[in-house]
């Protein structure tokens, strides 16, 4: 569960100050969860101030960092952790933690259908655990949207898990109308590579269905071996209320990533896992 706080003030001349943060808990017990593990690390999973305006926006603090960002634009989910682009991110094909500290991260504004985002580590901290982030640590997107296409590309470099590890993705979706398909392709240094299909189909009214299938190869240096694939009904009540079921699977070493948690296990046989959920917009 993730409880979220924005606040921006309008300072004249098309400049804001924007201030957001973010607590993630275990609806179970109550307890705070910190990249994918209970009861360790910040109560604010992520707290940043900036200035936005015609430039884009800067951001400053701890914060999604830039080359996770542009692998969720191409998942149908958004990187919720119910066998999306999380699981093979997470599972060896990623050199940056998804969430980092002392990040300066600027974004962009869409010209002309491009859009770019880079992010910098200005310094390692307490909450900075291995594959976490380091200082010097650094990742960008860059995505090209026109009409129902969409391409992305990224890199990353990170010093967390060996010196000068460096990631990559590609990724392409389509809106087709009745349907939604994205391709993404990820690979970091000696860390192995995954290739994963996602869709997003509407049924009826306010049902849609989402799907995905990964495939992650183990490098040389760890990562998980196996494939990953989900399936997920959300049915929206309202504008700001959505009822979701949602029944994922995994072979060889890949771990279950269920709710806000990852199972933290390898895996040496298929894993299953069902979770039912309400999410709610204030």
Known sequence: NVVNVAASEDLGSGLKADLFVQHRFEAGNGSSTYQGYTGAGPFWNQSYVGLSGDFGSLKIGRQIESYALGIFAFDVTGGMNMGSTVTSFVGGQSTTGVFQDNVIRYSSPNISGLSVDASYVTQASAYCAARACAKGDSGINAIYSNGPLSFGVGQSKSDAIDTGVSGKFAGAGYDMGFMKVNLIYQSATNRGDSTGVNTSIPISGPLTLWGSYYRISQGTNGGYDGNSSAITAVYALSA???????????????????????????????SRAATLGVAHSF
């Open 240 to 270: 700001r209320t959505k009822v979701f079921a949602n029944y994922q699977t995994t072979t060889g070493t890949v771990p279950l990533n269920v709710g806000t948690s990852d199972t933290n296990a390898d895996r040496s046989t298929a």
